[in-house]
Each structure stands twice: as structure tokens, then as C-alpha cells.
């Protein structure tokens, strides 16, 4: 735990008219662990300040719930060695983004995107809202893979219903 907190020191929160973000205090180099992703209350359900690690597993993740979304992100959750990884090389002072569908399936709160990269999803609402040709082309979490195969795999029973 003593790491962690110490890695938290390298981040810091910045609030303005309520709205938080988070950015670095030094620089990162591309595929560089930022930190630790904290796992201080797993829930069930979601919630906005929660991160999805798992089918039914939510986490609270302290500082890290202060990262927004980016349809052109630079970082990544990889929620399966709980980890910020940098996405490309991060100047101090830059605020850090990850592409929120790559961990959550079904948001509790979605938004509309303001982030004006040329790939902008728009609506940020989700994995399971998105086409497979936009999903494609980001790091995806194992636990949102397993769900957008059960989704599909789910599909044969419209053959059932037709068949019926
Ligand atoms: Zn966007």
C-alpha cells in the first residue's frame, strides 16, 4: 500500500467549477505503469466514481476517479494487473484521459462527448452501445471482450424465436 500511495504523489487533483481532472506531475514514457489502480470498495453495481474490473465488480478508485474520458486517450486501465499504463509519451502537467468503454459495459451516467478528436464516439454511454468497427481500434478490458461475446453468442436465439 505504501507504493501506492507514494505513486498517488505523482498525480494531482485539479478542480474547477466543480469539474475534477487529474494530470501527472512528471513525464511518462509510452507503456510506462503510472500507478497502481486503488480497489477501495467493490460493488456491484456502478456508479460515476466507480471503474467496471470484472462482470459484476465495480471499484471505487480514489484519486483515479478524477480521470476523464477521451475518445483519444493517453492512458489505459488494464484492470487485469490493476494498472495505469501510459498510452504514448505524457509531458508533466498534461491532464490524463482514458476511453471510458474500455472498462465499463453499461454506464450508470452517460454524457456526451465534448473531446473533438476526429474518432469522437459522442455518446459515452458504454461498450455495449458502440459498433465493433469503433471498439476495435482501442485497448478493451477482458471482462468487456467476455460481454461483447456473450452478447453476440446471445444472438442465436433470434433464429430460435424465428424458428418457433
Ligand atoms: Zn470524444
Not at 13 to 27: C, M
Not at 40 to 56: A, C, L, M, S
Not at 113 to 130: D, E, K, P, T, Y
Request: net charge neutral.
Amino acid at each position: 500500500m505504501t507504493t501506492t500511495a507514494a505513486t498517488m504523489d505523482k498525480l494531482t487533483i485539479k478542480t474547477e467549477n466543480k469539474f475534477r481532472t487529474l494530470a501527472t506531475k512528471q513525464n511518462y514514457k509510452k507503456g510506462e505503469v503510472i500507478s497502481a489502480i486503488p480497489s477501495e470498495d467493490v460493488r456491484d453495481h456502478p456508479n460515476r466514481y466507480t471503474v467496471q474490473i470484472g462482470h459484476d465488480k465495480h471499484t471505487h478508485v480514489g484519486k483515479l476517479a478524477a480521470l476523464n474520458h477521451s475518445c483519444d486517450p493517453n492512458v489505459i486501465l488494464d484492470t487485469e494487473n490493476m494498472e495505469m499504463v501510459a498510452a504514448r509519451d505524457i509531458e508533466k502537467g498534461e491532464e490524463l484521459f482514458f476511453f471510458y468503454p474500455s472498462t465499463e459495459w453499461q454506464m450508470d451516467a452517460p454524457f456526451i462527448c465534448l473531446c473533438g478528436s476526429a474518432n469522437c464516439i459522442n455518446v459515452v454511454a458504454g461498450a455495449r452501445f458502440l459498433p465493433l468497427s469503433t471498439l476495435e481500434r482501442h485497448y478493451l478490458n477482458p471482462h468487456i471482450r467476455d460481454l461483447m461475446i456473450e452478447l453476440l453468442k446471445n444472438t442465436k436465439n433470434n433464429l430460435k424465436k424465428i424458428k418457433s
